[in-house]
């Protein structure tokens, strides 16, 4: 009798040993916290990770508040949360390549592929009618188009809101592309609302706009719009010693630099979590894209959660090359229950 209960323990014995691993492994995810930023494609990310991670990775994942500042300050300094869905880097590059070299994070990839965007744009309508608005030489010979709105004699180019870090950037390219010997001066929106407000006006008139914005918006997800090229490539010295720089007295002319977005976590979440941390770093939205979904946000005066709903039924083609083919059915049985 002991002999057949001890061939009966040798034999179960192999599979107990597999089993241990593969018990460890499901719960190794465990508690996962995600940095909920109080920006429209931030919350929509930080969503779609939410899910996917509770759904197809078995994470008890919940969202906390957070902003780039002291999202990223409390990472390095208490550990959490764990992951940090959209964090524009550049703003505490230092504090996070010490982080990354202390090994108390890690760089999961990049949540907006092309970078954030900023450039001087016109309506594509414009190009589509005349290719050579879609340069710097064109706006220049075609200036008494771009007509100010104070002074239809003038030339109008919208520049940034005064009092924000872009307004200097914009003010400094606009004298180095010598745009006021050109017959154009600076239009002050006044606030993002009248940029955006401004552009809107001359969509529905179909009147020629030239101005400074940004991506990803939901304004550049309604609004078609060309950046310009100035000709001159991106100088990204440049741009950070004089083009940005408020002291700067010689700009010169550069493109804008994509800005660093980036999936932040903790080290300890990488290493207990790999496979939900390789998600992370396979996960990434093109600006186009996000545009169209800011814009549907927008539209549909949607939060973060129903967007996500949104996202993960209507783009599949998008979001399941970043997961195996398990967790994508996984994903799928969750949407097909809410």
Known sequence: MIMLILRRMAFLLPFSILLVPQAMAAGACGK??????????????????????????????????????????????????????????????????????EKRLRIAGKSLTDGGEEGFWVPKYMVDKDPSLATIAGIKANAKMFKHPEDPTKSGFYTCPAGWNCQISAGHLFKALNLAGDGFELVDPGSGAGLSGAIAKAFARQEPWFGYYW????????????????????????????????????????????????????????????????????????????????????????????????????????????????????????LANM
């Not at 990770?49 to 508040?65: M, Q, S, T, W």
């Open 32 to 101: 996962v916290t995600i940095a909920d930023m109080n920006w429209s494609s931030a919350t929509l990310i930080a969503n779609v990770d939410r899910f996917i991670l509770a759904k197809g990775y078995g994470c008890e994942a919940e969202l906390v508040p957070g902003d780039t500042m002291p999202t990223g300050t409390s990472m390095i300094e208490k550990g959490e949360p764990d992951i940090a869905p959209e964090l524009w880097s550049n703003s505490l590059k230092e504090a996070i390549d010490k982080g990354v070299s």
């Open 215 to 334: 991506a990803p918006t939901s304004v550049l997800g309604k609004y078609k719009m060309v950046k310009v090229d100035f000709g001159s490539g991106v100088n990204k010295q440049e741009f950070l010693d004089c083009t940005s720089n408020a002291d700067c007295e010689s700009p010169k002319v550069t493109m804008y630099p994509p800005s660093q977005v980036e999936t932040v976590t903790t080290e300890s979440f990488a290493k207990r979590a790999p496979g939900a941390f390789a998600y992370l770093g396979q996960r990434g939205f093109k600006n186009a894209q996000m545009n169209e979904l800011l814009a549907w946000m927008e539209d549909n005066q949607a939060d973060g959660a129903v967007a996500m709903a949104y996202f993960l039924k209507n783009y599949e083609s998008t979001w399941t090359p970043w997961v195996s083919t398990e967790v994508a059915g996984k994903v799928r049985k969750a």
